[in-house]
T-cell receptor, first 114, second 116 residues
Framework: GESVGLHLPTLSVQEGDNSIINCAYS??????FIWYKQESGKGPQFIID?????DKRQGQRVTVLLNKTVKHLSLQIAATQPGDSAVYFC?????????????FGTGTKLQVIP | DSGVTQTPKHLITATGQRVTLRCSPR?????VYWYQQSLDQGLQFLIQ???????AKGNILERFSAQQFPDLHSELNLSSLELGDSALYFC???????????????FGEGSRLTVL
């Protein structure tokens, strides 16, 4: 498969533990945020989103936290599994804008240790 | 499977050459976005087409061009290739017209271009 994330920050987590991946953004006008998962050789896949009028949103085994004060977004993965190994990156949108104006983060590589 | 199809998956060519990357969006989606992902870089928006017409342009070089055909498939043409053009090129189609609200964007598996 493709080598994604050779030089990215890496988070190594034991299988079954919780993972926390962080993302900082600079544009205070951002009002919509998405976390993506990109497995080696694959395209990015939507995980979860959150709007700026929320500070927390939960999905299946994933939680996104938004701290607008410090412009910080985090993704928490509960009970991390080997299939969670991938590069995770955030995306943030200026207010009212779509995918033409989105900024994607460079990502964090999650390695799950069996 | 996102439903977005890209070909070829891999392409190796030499500097100065020209290549064409092809994308078929999800069935029923009118919009196509092209992104470039260089090694360990964030995705960079190149260009968007909607129902055959260019809708938005991002950081696309003049050596690059794209079009969307009546059957909604799209092609990204890269010419006078340079070493720095080596990257993954993704095509994506959204659940909506692209924003606002943005909706979910479905990515293809990408075309990896290597320029030697």
């Amino acid at each position: 498969g493709e080598s994604v994330g050779l030089h990215l920050p890496t988070l190594s987590v034991q299988e079954g533990d919780n993972s926390i991946i962080n993302c900082a953004y600079s544009n205070s006008a951002s009002d919509y945020f998405i976390w993506y998962k990109q497995e080696s050789g694959k395209g990015p896949q939507f995980i979860i989103d959150i709007r700026s009028n929320m500070d927390k949103r939960q999905g299946q085994r994933v939680t996104v936290l938004l701290n607008k004060t410090v412009k910080h977004l985090s993704l928490q993965i509960a009970a991390t599994q080997p299939g969670d190994s991938a590069v995770y990156f955030c995306a943030f949108f200026p207010r009212g804008q779509g995918y033409q104006k989105v900024t994607f983060g460079t990502g964090t590589k999650l390695q799950v240790i069996p | 499977d996102s439903g977005v199809t890209q070909t070829p998956k891999h392409l190796i060519t030499a500097t100065g050459q020209r290549v064409t990357l092809r994308c078929s969006p999800r069935s029923g989606d009118l919009s196509v976005y092209w992104y470039q992902q260089s090694l360990d870089q964030g995705l960079q928006f190149l260009i968007q087409y909607y129902n055959g017409e260019e809708r938005a342009k991002g950081n696309i070089l003049e050596r690059f061009s794209a079009q969307q055909f009546p059957d909604l498939h799209s092609e990204l043409n890269l010419s006078s290739l340079e070493l720095g053009d080596s990257a993954l090129y993704f095509c994506a189609s959204p659940t909506s017209a692209g924003g606002p609200p943005p909706g979910e964007l479905f990515f293809g598996e990408g075309s990896r271009l290597t320029v030697l």
